[in-house]
């Protein structure tokens, strides 16, 4: 990983061993982050909105099927093929490790998205509304995007910000789990666990040292900033 | 309650709700004390603890909410049970508050019943026809010609109805929901002698053996078994806990198994029994725990001597040597954990089954031990016969003998009509719906006087069997009524208050908050020590009263004079040849029973297993839907001898091959834009019971027909149906 | 006629024309239009207005009226923008190279195929505008000096593509523009009043003098030398906006190569179909010979062997390595569009290399044009196939998905065509569309010069 001047290196660490695939995550980050809701003709076009998404494996046949939960969200690389190509540097790399969207700067190539192996950047295909009155349900930390625009799962930055904001007042570092994106915070079993990469003491760091640990699609260097945990004996022992 | 005194608390609860800082509350304090116009400061976010009604599981929630509209609900951290982690249900219980489809005030049919058509009135008015209707029973001296229906209620709204009723002299209360576990209620008290719901302590233990005891998504307390079951697994240095789950179904819950013995429908308890005798016959049992529970381990072994393995592997179509096994390993791999749920409950001999299963936990000495399995204190009681009432009112329905129903709820779309009960309903001259959307039961309405969405609600969350200690879970109001509505114990005192006599002096209160309140505090003050005055706002701050286990717990103990577990073969209800397969109906993950359909981004969510958005389906194993000619995404018909509908397939190799699945949620007749007409309601193919005798649902045990008409099934999954099975090209 | 090709004392084979005749015979195209060619035009703007009313759909509703999705982000559109730079290679081919080898068959084509590679670049550019998320902001893109300092981002090879294209456009039409100085001043010498205006200020007072003839010469010769680079940069940048990517089946150093080699093959195709256009519409069957067939047909060939090569080049890496995400995306390409394939196949290797093998088939118009159609429609393919199957089956199987393109996305390719094609239209209807004065000059060539009783080549070049 490279060494940046930020004392932050925000990453996540996901343990399938842990991760039931019940979806609370899912619809966190949708509530958190005013993502769009997309009809059912929206979906079978292939325009599904969701920033996370749980991919589901089935291995083997009746009766030794195994399945596999797979959580995919935007996995930050430090060598995010989706940034160089960006004519406009709508998607861009920042300080602490993340890659940014700058909804205003973008104009619609899409190229981020084909770049991208994770499949994880949604397109506004559509223009969308929420249907008064669950319009107050927006979030007013977080824009409301209009058609023709990239969007992605930030990690969810504005908790970031506010975090590293609360901190600097108090003079102090953030700490340890104190800031949490929506689908961290509220996952049940724990499985995704997001902190700091650049304090080895945090969490995040540990899990990250784990013998089971795998980044997806390694083999193509993105160097994702985040790691997934072997789901462990999932096989007859 | 006052607006000023409201808008005090709320501020109170805002101090202690900032759980970021707790010191810099005060200056966050102000602003909401001073009227809003002045004090609110943009962008700032206020947090009020409170309590998710989205299942009977009671987690704890914080509520943020800025500029007075609320954003976003997150886990409490503090409340026992769910630890500051929420499911998808419950992160989507905003969107029940800003429904764009909620009745915005009371209803008058103007047209025929089910026609939707509805004329607005004032809650004046809506007040005075339902105690015109009251007061023409009380006139014609037809007080027991009143019934309420409503989910299974607990804590101070089940006193509060129950004595509404009783005052008003109607026997007619029923509390009623398709999910509930009666069934473990009654196991535990057939079996230990107290309904008391068992806690599973499963983040301790090292085996987990689950017997269609879907955990994950619905059974019992989904978000603290959720996270139970990760500490389970990766929580401790050097243990890992291991999980085989038994179901005919790989359900959700059972995709994180580490073994999966697809066991045949009503075999469980068999098997159970088949696992008991041989933990026994090899001497794996705990002798203390028999002896402590007073049961001998060589009668025990004599008694269980039908239950020898080659019988039990026919039974369940497993082969012998993976039952042999598993037995083995949970007996050794201690502290060990089985777990009975629904799918095993609703079979025609769920209730024995489930005995038998909760007796492999006193074999390996798993009761009352840490990760073993507790009483829970907090539902020491509950219905144990609800569906035996449900049946009752339903025959006095049937029979004219009711002239008023009150219902909060849907029951409607979720009592299977075999029972006859949305026949008998039609029967009742007049219907009062408390819902807050058009849902299948308001639409049979003649007026509906529409509830507060939980955010806006006072109330009371008792957690079902989520965790050992004595929990009250408060709810406290979030943001002002969106709509012109009202909470249903409200309204129940308000015409309690207007009918007078021996009504209202039986509920002799102003207002639900004010016998909330004075509950709450009766029963909380002594025990934690708070002050009445200061006491409710720390309360409403905390987001409750968590209690501490005390030394005087219950315990499970075998009763002296249970006998022995010993389910019956299974029957089924549908000729064999005519009706091949199994059907089994399940809660789906999203929606629950069904509440969660309205909202859309459950809709939204893809089904974890299938991956189905916005719809309903029939799981089907892929041998038998090539053998019936089905393709993925198909539309079939599913048929039994009590109905039929049509549904698009999803060829599910997690099933067995002689069952089909549905899940249950979908099929509204109302419940707004979002769940209007989609999706097909799988309650409808049910038979009800197997004889008139029957005291328990067996919901599982209905044979159908499946047909294939159409590759238009219309379906929508969000995983590709063929790239779902290449996970060896990201090697995971 | 005054200021032309200096002429020396001639006397011309038997077959020979006068000039004026020659003058007379290839201008006519600017003659007074007839009713057809007022269809024609209707015709084709309808077919405009029918794309532009498509596109503006598009950015009224949104970008949900196309047919692309995720995974597959880009479609017809991309499809149509590596399309139309490809075809933009014939003039470059036809006219630099074979000026460079002084082919002089290439004479009557030369202009017509220049023409064509300025207007097919220029409905090129305007795809990756049409296919943008929010169009009205496309000038972000465009390095303009602003006071927030923001810059495009130089490193994503869709800028590259901004700048080869843009670059391309003015140098194809400047060699368009010189290639047409001689003739403008003709023209500008038979025509009257108003329109005579307007060619003089075109001509840029081009009188024709032996100084202006070198210079001319000189300028032609640098601008066909330069251009050729230009060309290939271009496709090598647009091969690029796939190859520098991770997407299975893009990710491939062949891709720069072969995009060049597929467009020559594109461009030389769509160069012999329009000269069967031509000829038949200007009856120009004197100067469009066998002899310019039979040549052009043996360079398709040649390019079509090329392109085949490449072609083998990349599937049979992609089947050796047996990588298995790459290997996947094949499968599913040749699984899901097999018929595609075959029609590509056929039309841009089999049929080409077959055909143009045999003298009679090359000299044989209905054969050639049927064959350098289909090379077009399996060159369309090509890109298809490049551009959708990969994004299909990208990394993650999960997210795998499909494509089919819309009616605003059908609509504004045909109306790509259609614009081309009025473009082309309204340019040989108001300019020479073969070049008069090369023709002339190739004339000149082969005219005999009296010396005493024998007779002589009036210059010592060689053919």
Redesign the interface.
Known sequence: MEKTSSPYQWGMAIDLDRCTGCGACVVACQAENNVAICDKK?IA????MHWL?I???WTGEYPDVRVRF?P?LCQHCHDA?CE??????ASYHNQDGLNGQVYN???????C???C???V???????HDWPKPLDNQLSPDITVR?????EKCTFCIQRIRRAKEEAKGEGRPVRDGEVQPACAQTCPAEALVFGNLADPQSRVARLSRSPRRFKL?EH?G?HPSVFYLKGGGREHV | MKRRSFLQLSGMTAAGALLAGCQAGNEKLIPYLIPPDEGVTPGLATFYASSCRSCPAGCGILVRVSEGRAKKIEGNPEHPVNRGKLCARGQAALQELYHPDRVPQPLKRSGPRGSGKFSRISWAEGLGLLTGQLRNLQKEKGADRLALLTPQLRGILATLASGFMRSFGSPHHLSYELLMPDWLRSATRASFGSPSLPWYDLAQSRYLLAFGAEFVESHLSPVHYGNAFGRMRQERDTVRGHFTYVGARLSLTGASADRWLPARPGSEGALALGMARLILSESLADRGALAANGLGAAQLLARLDRYDLPRVAELSGLPEGSIAEVAREFATTRPSLAMAGETVAFQSNGPESVRAIELLNLLVGSLNRPGGVYPDQGSPAGPETSFAELCSLVDAMRGDRISLALIQGNPVHTVPPATGFQAALARVPYVVSFSSLLDDTALQADLILPDHAALESWGEAIPLAGCRETVIGLMQPVVTPVFDTRQFPDVLLAAAGELGGEVAAALPYGSYLELLKKETLRRVAPAAGVDSGTGWASLLQKGGHFGRTGSGAKVFRWLPEAPLPDPAEPRFAGDEKKFPLHLQVYPSTAFHDGRGAALPWLQQLPDPMTTVVWDSWLEINPGTAAGLGIGFGDLVEVSSAQGSLRLPAVIYPGIRPDLVAIPLGQGQRGGGRYAKGRGANPLDLLVARLDEAEAAPCWNATRVRVVRISEKGGMVTT??P?????????EI | MSNAHPTPQVTRPPTAKSATAVNDELLSSLNAPTRSWYALVALLSAAVAWGLIAFGWQVT????VTG???????GFYITGFVFWVGLSHSGTMVSSILRLSRANWRRPILRSAEAMTVFCIAVAGLF?LI????NW??F??IPYPNQRG????F?????WD?TAITAYIIGSSLFLYLGMLPDLALVRDRSHGWRRDVYALLAMGWRGSAHEWAVYHKASTLMAALIIPVAVSVHSIVAW?FA????PGWHSTIFPPYFVIGAILSGVAAVITLMIVIRRAFRLEEYLTALHFDNMGKILLVISLLWSYAYFVEVQTTWYAHE??EW?VFSFMADRYSWQLAVMLIGNSLLPIFTMCFKRLRRCIPVLLAVTMLVNVGMFIERFLIIVPS?S?????????SYSPSWVEISVNVAALAGFSLLFTLFAKFFPIVAVTDVRELEARKAQVPLGRAELPSLAVED
């Open positions: 929206e076009q292939g325009r599904d998404r991919e589901r494996y797979l995919v093929p160089p190509v960006c004519p406009v540097y700067r973008c104009v619609g190539t899409r190229y998205a084909n770049n192996p994770y499949a950047r949604v397109f506004n295909f559509y223009p209009s058609r023709g625009v990239m699609l193509l993105t | 995983g590709h063929q790239g779902s099975y290449r996970s060896d090209l990201i | 509703h949104g970008m949900y692309i999705n995720r995974p597959v982000m880009w990756p296919h943008l998320g929010r902001i496309f972000y893109m923001l810059w495009p981002n490193r994503s090879p869709l800028l901004m906006d520098v990517t991770v997407v298995p995400i996947e994004l089956h990208k990394n993650m199987p999960f997210a795998w998905g």
